[in-house]
T-cell receptor, first 113, second 113 residues
Framework: NAGVTQTPKFRILKIGQSMTLQCTQD?????MYWYRQDPGMGLKLIYY???????DKGEVPNGYNVSRSTTEDFPLRLELAAPSQTSVYFC????????????FGSGTRLTVV | GENVEQHPSTLSVQEGDSAVIKCTYS??????FPWYKQELGKRPQLIID?????GEKKDQRIAVTLNKTAKHFSLHITETQPEDSAVYFC????????????FGDGTTLTVKP
């Protein structure tokens, strides 16, 4: 049972480049989330999904996009990367009961130069 | 939206002492309060949680208390050990809000041997 798997673990992007952060979970969780974590800060919600085909914006969605074509996968797309998007990105999932904790992926450390 | 404040931002204790981290939240509809531990370079991991119908919960050396009237909750770690050194995050979420969690900014706990 792998839990939540994120790829890649590290990436350096040049300003203006694009990339997709992959996230897959094998727990049949309905709810999935993308957070970013800046140094010394808490986690800020970028996008979330309550099921296949349903996504919505979180607190800091600008510059990002998501899709949820299957229950398992929830990729995060960065278009036109900017230095302000340098951060650690965590994908998380929960069962969808609304009162249970998250299982986090191992994170993607992204640097935009 | 929900706002979660966490104090202190850093906490240093001697091994064997107790540590207390406090959080306040703003949305009276929040009904689930998880705590996560994040070791350096690792993913956050759920260590304990409490639901709004409970005032206190304990799991070995860690306990969490909730005061719904005052909208604050706390994490208590007793008999601290060096391996308790990490960043601890509190969070608040609502069943009716897609289970989205709003996180505090974290507390860096250092346990000195």
């Amino acid at each position: 049972n792998a839990g939540v798997t994120q790829t890649p673990k590290f990436r350096i992007l040049k300003i203006g480049q694009s990339m997709t952060l992959q996230c897959t979970q094998d727990m049949n969780h309905n709810y999935m989330y993308w957070y970013r974590q800046d140094p010394g800060m808490g986690l800020k919600l970028i996008y979330y999904s309550v099921g296949a085909g349903i996504t919505d914006k979180g607190e800091v969605p600008n510059g990002y996009n998501v899709s949820r074509s299957t229950t398992e996968d929830f990729p995060l797309r960065l278009e036109l990367a900017a230095p302000s998007q340098t951060s650690v990105y965590f994908c998380a999932s929960s069962s969808g009961q609304g009162i249970d904790g998250y299982t986090f992926g191992s994170g993607t450390r992204l640097t935009v130069v | 939206g929900e706002n979660v404040e966490q104090h202190p931002s850093t906490l240093s204790v001697q091994e064997g002492d107790s540590a207390v981290i406090k959080c306040t939240y703003s949305d009276s509809a929040s009904n689930y309060f998880p705590w996560y531990k994040q070791e350096l370079g690792k993913r956050p991991q759920l260590i304990i949680d409490i639901r709004s119908n409970v005032g206190e919960k304990k799991d070995q050396r860690i306990a969490v208390t909730l005061n719904k009237t005052a909208k604050h909750f706390s994490l208590h770690i007793t008999e601290t050990q060096p391996e308790d050194s990490a960043v601890y995050f509190c969070a608040a979420s609502t069943r009716t809000n897609a289970g989205k969690s709003t996180f505090g900014d974290g507390t860096t706990l250092t346990v000195k041997p």
